[in-house]
Structures are given as C-alpha cells and as structure tokens.
C-alpha cells in the first residue's frame, strides 16, 4: 500500500517537497515565471533558425579550402547558376539561345549587392547534347536569411520575365540553396510548435480524461519550450554554436516530450497518494518526494548522455548536444519547480470528473498491468526467448542498409535549386555541374596542375584565378555522379596525388568534397560518441541502483532495442518513404534518443521496483512495479512517439527518418521492453540482479509468487 506516514522533513528532498507543495508555494512558481519571460524578452529572437545544419567540420580539408579562398578576388561573391531547357526536352533553337542570353542579361540588372567591377561571368554555356543552358550571375556572399531568399526570388523572376512559353528556368548553386533553405524553415517551427502542442494535448485529454486536468501540465511545458529557445539563442551567442532550424526543431520535440514524460509520472503519482491520503497537499507531497528522485535521475541521464557529443568533430552534432541538454535542464526545472505548485494551487477538482479518493483500488495489487506482469513473471524463459527473437529479427534489417545523402537528397520538399541541379547534371557532364576545388601554393601550380591533370577520374582542371598571399586555385571537372561513391574516390585520389607535390599544400574542396569529409567526421564521431553514451548510462545507473548487474542487463537490453528499431527504421525509410539512405547524422542521433529516452522509462520502472523489494522480494516487486507504472510508461511512451513522429513537418529528410526511427524504439521499448523483457529478465535472475546490494531482504523461491487478485 502506498505510505500515509508523515514526510520525514530531515532529507533534501522532504524539505524540497514541502517548499513545492506548501500554501505559499504559488510564489515559487511566479517568481520563476517572472523570472523567465524576463529573460526571454531581453534574448529576442533566434535569427539562425533558418539556416540547415552545420555539418562540416573546422579542420576538414574542404572547411580550409572554403577559409583560403577568402583570400581571393572574389571572395565576395558566388555564383547562382542559371539552368534553361525546354518544356519538350528538345534541343534549344538559336531563338532559345538568345532568350537565355536577355534572362541573363535581366538577371545582372538586379541588385546583387556585388562591388563595383566584378566580372558579369562567362556567357552562355550550352550542353554537348544542346538541350540545356547556363549561364553564371554573381550574387554578394554576404546576404543571407530573408535577404537572400528576396535577392534569389527578384533573380528568378528576372530570368522569367519575358521568357518564352516553351521554356523553363531554374536558378541553382550556393545562393539558391542557401535561400530555399530558408525559405524551407520559414515559419516550420512555428508549424512545428503548434502541431506539437496539439499533439500532446490531445494525448494527455485522452490520459487523464479530465477536461481540466491537462491544462496545466501543457501551458507549463509550453511556456518552458520558449524558454529554453530563448536559453538556447543565449548559449549559441555565448559559446558561437549554431541554434539552426534542425536543432531548435529537435529541442522543441525532447523538451515537449521529456516534460509531458515527467508531468505523468508525477500526476500518475499524486493520483496514487490520493488513494490513501486525503490531504491533497500531503498527497502531492508525498508524490513529489517518491517521484522526484526517479524524475531527476531520468532527466541527469538523458543530459549527461547529450552531453557526450561535445566530444564530436560535426559542429552541427556539438550544438544540438549542448542546446538539447540546456532545454531539458529547463524542462525538469519547470516540471519540479512550476508543476507541483500550481497543482497545489488548483487542488483535487483539476481531476474532475475522476477523482481521486482514499479506498478506491491500488493499481500494485490488480489490473491489467498486473495481470500482465504476473504471467510474464510465470513463464520468464519462454517469454523471454520470443521477445529476444523479436527483437534480434529487427535488428537484422540493418544489414545492407546505406548511409550518406547529397546535398541534393537532404530535402524531403521540392526546391527550384535542387530541381535546377539535377536538370544541369542530366544534361552536362557530371562534374560540371559543380566542379571541384583545388588550391595550392603558387610557386609550385605547374606541378600542381600535372598532378591534376593525371589523377584518374578528372576530365579537366582549369586554373582559375592566383591571390596576393600566395595561393592558385583550380576548377577540377570530374567524371561521376555528384555524392556517389566513385566521386568520393576521384576526390581522394585528387588528394592523394596533389598531396605528394612537394611544399604544395595542397588543399581539395567543393561540395563533393564536402559530403566526404561529412560523413567521415559522422563515421568517427559514431564510434567515438556511442560507447561514450554507454558509459554515461552504465555509470548513471551504477549510481542510482547501487548494484552492478542490473545496469549490465537494462544497458544491453535497450542496446538490443535500439538496434532492433534502427534496423526497422531504416526499411521503413527506404522501401516505404522511399528515400535513398539514412543520413549521416541520424545513426548517431537515434542511438543517443532510444538509449538514454529507453534508460529514461527502464528507471523509471526500476527504481519503483527497487523501493518495492524490502517488502515484497525481487520478483513479486517488479511484477507491482509494473503494475503501477505500466499506465504511465504506456501513456508517456505514445506521447514521445508521437511528439517525435511530428519533427517529419521539418523539410529535411534527417528529421523524417529520425522522428521514424525514434518514435518506432520509444513504442519496442514501451510496450515490449518495459513490458516483457525485463520483468522477465528479473523473474529469471531474482534478487542478484541488485548483487553486490542486498536489497531484498526476504527472498523467496520463484513458485512462491504472490497470489494475482482482482
């Protein structure tokens, strides 16, 4: 039965409950709202969040190539491209011709920011198979944001206006992806916000059914998502991380589902404490005390493991690690601080018509949940051996599966720079679509270019302009499909033979060489980062349960699921969505959610049963411990399955595959998992689970389980 004693107010946490549930508690939560929304006013805005992700890191060498060519003439400016073809897809007549040459001509009419005497470009380039033409504009490198969205969009217009029916225009390169970037995340978030919170709301009506009740939970997670974006723009100012579209989307989503998760938790524990303590305030008391440990060390968890990825090379990786944990220090704050006050505040009638009273049925001794458990923990070897094979099933779909997309994959929503960019590569050769950079030191350029000019795979290498500090750049054309594998080996044996050029130091750029330095980081940081996380977790665990071989078993288990649901995932986005890999970052990214997130509910599922043994023994425990936490884990698992599911309304394929894949291993872990495994795993081992602890003090043999009720 759930204690009535009074709370021994000795501990930190006794007196931590009584300031929060106390009659003047109301206090508290104002001062922290007032708190807030002042912080949030002097912070202002999040101007990157327009921007897509930083994925290149400072000491690739493409990251230098881009530093040195600031060095350059021209480094001011860079080229949107004009792409023209016909409706028909027939060859462009010289009436055509001259129609693309007045678009150009329309174009460099526009404002472009550019300096006075900068080049207009070479004319007119049309295709070996005269289907397609292109033409080079200089736009200011500058501009960026909705700055750069309105220049490209004038541009566009420009090269339509007066154009010919039967042709067709696209405006690509740098530029053009840059503003259609923005123009993608312009207002997603919002979208995102709103899509989220109507979500959750729904969920939490259909959890508590209360027409009250979920009010407050979602205006206090609500109000805590905008302050950790206002945190986040601080720490990104602060620390010259970047708080893009993708992280703040990413944030928005843990902190709205991490605080809805500790919400239930708590609300399902007050409602217990309701049942035997019919002082409201002594009740909520009593639930923040038991549930507050097991809330804190779910939330220190899943920080600590974000953590890990300050250690990563993708500067985008860094940033979410650092910004996500900052809005999840939030999200606990005002789930412990703000929460328990206002239920206070508002008393029993917030769970009307529902309401808690002392005598109706405690759900450790009956229910379904009850039911459940108590039959897993019966038949543990069988159970076991179908859930294990379940789940090793799933984890196969991980074989063969690709990782890497180009930069023309990495949108799920069509964009005229990406459609522009695909017409280009069909109709010129593939390495003229966007040539390579090379840039090496000038006193050494004749060897240089022979080096070039021999490496396999390169169809030309065209100097391209010297700077006053001592460096020539080269535009290399090569013969492969942009972000295929076989490009990634023509540009590393570009490095390979520029390389050995004496004193040269020579330097390979452009967008290919970007993709490979990008997902060679990705490659490094997974098999740096994941055993980190493992680490974190295990320690985490070692801890808050004071026994070693119950962390060993919950670590490899949701090992096991997450693997299970990455494997699942990756089918999914391929054979169903259609796309063509995973990218390079989501790996990485749904292993550190579906550990630390499957941690997250394992403790909260484990420390009840660890506070459950003393009087009950290791496998009657778990069984109560189930049965008590079951509605709420299943609750809070659908709401952050759900709440990851809506980041697929972001436009970047990343984020769709991510909200997959998670969303799939938050539902293994809650209804498999939490569920099956692990009772059975703890009705099989028994009370050494807690060795070298010697937590249940009254163990008793297997058969001697305590009789189901109800």
Not at 25 to 36: F, G, P, R
Not at 234 to 251: E, H, Q, R, V, Y
Not at 421 to 437: M, R, S
């Amino acid at each position: 039965m759930v204690t009535t004693n009074p709370i021994d107010s000795r501990t930190p946490w006794d007196r931590f409950a009584a300031v929060v549930t106390g009659r003047r508690s109301w206090l508290v939560a104002l001062v922290i709202l007032i708190l807030a929304g002042s912080a949030m006013g002097l912070i202002g805005n999040n101007d990157s969040e327009g921007k897509a992700p930083q994925s290149l890191p400072a000491s690739a060498d493409s990251a230098q190539v881009k530093d040195i060519l600031e060095e350059f003439p021209d480094a001011d400016v860079a080229p949107a491209v004009l792409v023209v073809e016909r409706v028909d897809g027939a060859p462009l007549t010289p009436a055509d011709q001259q129609s693309v040459a007045a678009a150009r001509e329309q174009m460099l009419a526009v404002d472009r920011s550019v300096p006075a005497g900068t080049p207009a470009g070479p004319p007119v380039i049309m295709s070996p198979d005269g289907k397609a033409a292109i033409s080079i504009v200089p736009v200011n490198t500058d501009l960026s944001g909705f700055e750069l969205t309105d220049l490209i969009d004038e541009l566009r217009s420009a090269a339509d206006d007066g154009l010919p029916a039967d042709l067709k225009t696209y405006v690509t390169g740098g530029p053009a992806f840059g503003a259609d970037t923005a123009n993608a995340f312009s207002g997603a978030n919002t979208t995102l916000l709103a899509v989220t919170a109507l979500v959750v709301a729904i969920l939490l009506i259909v959890t508590y059914r209360s027409p009250t009740l979920w009010l407050i939970p979602l205006l206090v997670i609500a109000f805590a998502d905008r302050v950790a974006n206002s945190i986040g723009i601080w720490l990104a100012d602060l620390t010259d991380l970047s708080f893009d579209g993708s992280t703040a989307g990413i944030t928005s989503v843990l902190v709205f589902g991490a605080g809805t998760n500790y919400a239930l938790l708590l609300i399902s524990r007050y409602r217990e404490e309701l049942r035997a303590e019919p002082d409201h305030r002594i009740a909520l008391r009593h639930a923040v005390r038991h549930a507050g440990p097991a809330i804190l060390a779910s939330n220190a968890t899943v920080v600590l493991a974000l953590l890990t990825l300050l250690f990563a090379v993708l500067p985008s990786t860094r940033s979410l690690g650092v910004l996500a944990a900052a809005g999840l220090v939030v999200a606990v704050l005002f789930a412990l601080v703000v929460l328990p006050p206002l239920l206070a505040l508002f008393g029993t009638r917030v769970f009307w018509p529902f309401v808690p009273k002392v005598g109706d049925p405690v759900p450790t001794e009956g229910g379904v949940w009850f039911r459940i458990a108590g039959g897993v923990s019966r038949h543990p070897i069988r159970v076991l051996g179908i859930s294990l094979t379940v789940l090793i099933a799933c984890a196969l779909g991980l074989a063969g599966a690709d990782i890497g997309l180009s930069q023309t994959e990495q949108f799920r929503v069509s964009s005229d720079s990406v459609d522009g960019y695909d017409v280009l590569a069909e109709h010129f050769p593939p390495g003229q679509a966007d040539p390579t950079t090379v840039v090496a030191k000038t006193a050494t350029a004749e060897q240089v270019q022979v080096a070039i000019d021999n490496t396999d795979g390169v169809v030309s290498g065209t100097e391209n302009g010297q700077s006053d500090t001592g460096w020539t750049q080269w535009s290399v054309v090569i013969d492969a499909a942009p972000g295929s594998q076989q490009a990634f080996d023509i540009i590393e044996g570009l490095r390979s033979a520029t390389a050995d050029v004496p004193d040269s130091e020579a330097l390979v750029g452009g967008s290919d060489a970007e993709a490979l330095d990008t997902q060679n980081a990705a490659t490094t940081d997974r098999f740096v980062i994941i055993p980190l996380i493992l680490a974190v977790v295990f320690i985490i665990l070692i801890v808050f349960l004071r026994a070693l071989v119950a962390p060993v078993v919950l670590v490899a288990t949701t090992v096991l699921s997450t693997l299970a649901a990455i494997g699942v995932g990756s089918l999914i986005s391929e054979h169903i969505f259609g796309f063509p890999a995973l990218d390079d970052n989501v790996p990485l990214y749904a292993f550190l959610f579906l550990v630390a997130l499957g941690i997250d509910y394992t403790m909260f599922l484990v420390i009840r049963a660890r506070e459950e043994t003393p009087g009950h023994g290791t496998r009657n425990a778990i069984v109560r411990a189930v049965a008590s936490t079951g509605a709420v884990i299943t609750s809070a698992g659908i709401v952050l399955a759900a709440v990851f599911c809506v980041l697929g309304i972001l436009p970047l394929i990343t984020l769709t595959q991510l909200g997959i894949i998670v969303g799939i291993g938050i539902l293994l872990d809650t209804f498999l998992v939490r569920t099956v495994v692990i009772p059975a795993i703890f009705s099989l081992i028994g009370p050494r689970i807690w060795w070298p602890g010697n937590v249940d003090t009254q163990a008793r043999p297997h058969s001697q389980l305590e009789p189901l009720s109800n």
